[in-house]
T-cell receptor
Framework: EDKVVQSPLSLVVHEGDTVTLNCSYE??????LLWYKQEKKAPTFLFML????IEKKSGRLSSILDKKELFSILNITATQTGDSAVYLC????????????FGTGTLLAVQP | NAGVMQNPRHLVRRRGQEARLRCSPVKGHSHVYWYRQLPEEGLKFMVYLQKENIIDESGMPKERFSAEFPKEGPSILRIQQVVRGDSAAYFCASSGPGQGYEKLFFGSGTQLSVL
């Protein structure tokens, strides 16, 4: 059965801390791994990773994929209260249908 | 450049009524996806459509649920004879050429509450 597992389920940190969110996947016909941030409602796109070992960065956020070990991590440095959200990991799979299978997310709370 | 637009944001229905959820994709996107999110659960794939075609409906219940994406107008997710278990947030997403079809842009969702 195809699945995406995220850890931890939730995390509480203080402003300025660095956090690492984990995502492991087992899917047929893997194509890419995506990270989204979900605040109020709409998940907003962060990264799409297709190649192993190549880090993608956007400001204080970065992510990397390991296709051999089937996992990805999302790092956030110097966290701010505005980083508080649910972070979703998703894997596209299954041939040509562009379906995404999502993990249940990591709830990050950044305290002032 | 408008993103994915969904309406209504909130929809309340009594058991047995019909719910119609609308989704206008990002301008220029021809691929639309519907996902459902239950409390404490991840987003679950329901259906993938292109203009006038259902490409993959493997995640959609066989009964009472249907989806369309007509040549003109928004995509519609229709739930007939709603039951309490249909209460959830329904998200629409779209993708298109240029950024990779796997990069989905999501709308703000429709929260369906069945009384």
């Amino acid at each position: 059965e195809d699945k995406v597992v995220q850890s931890p389920l939730s995390l509480v940190v203080h402003e300025g801390d660095t956090v690492t969110l984990n995502c492991s996947y087992e899917v047929t016909n893997f194509r890419s791994l995506l990270w989204y941030k979900q605040e109020k409602k709409a998940p907003t796109f962060l990264f799409m990773l297709t190649s192993s070992g190549i880090e993608k960065k956007s400001g204080r956020l970065s992510s990397i994929l390991d296709k051999k070990e089937l996992f990805s991590i999302l790092n956030i440095t110097a966290t701010q209260t505005g980083d508080s959200a649910v972070y979703l990991c998703a894997s596209s799979y299954g041939g040509a249908t562009n379906k995404l299978i999502f993990g249940t997310g990591t709830l990050l709370a950044v305290q002032p | 450049n408008a993103g994915v637009m969904q309406n209504p944001r909130h929809l309340v229905r009594r058991r047995g009524q019909e719910a119609r959820l609308r989704c206008s994709p990002v301008k220029g996107h021809s691929h639309v996806y519907w996902y459902r999110q239950l409390p404490e659960e991840g987003l679950k794939f329901m259906v993938y459509l292109q203009k006038e075609n259902i490409i993959d409906e493997s995640g959609m219940p066989k009964e009472r649920f249907s989806a369309e994406f007509p040549k003109e107008g928004p995509s519609i997710l229709r739930i007939q004879q709603v039951v309490r278990g249909d209460s959830a947030a329904y998200f629409c997403a779209s993708s298109g050429p240029g950024q990779g079809y796997e990069k989905l842009f999501f709308g703000s969702g429709t929260q369906l509450s069945v009384l």
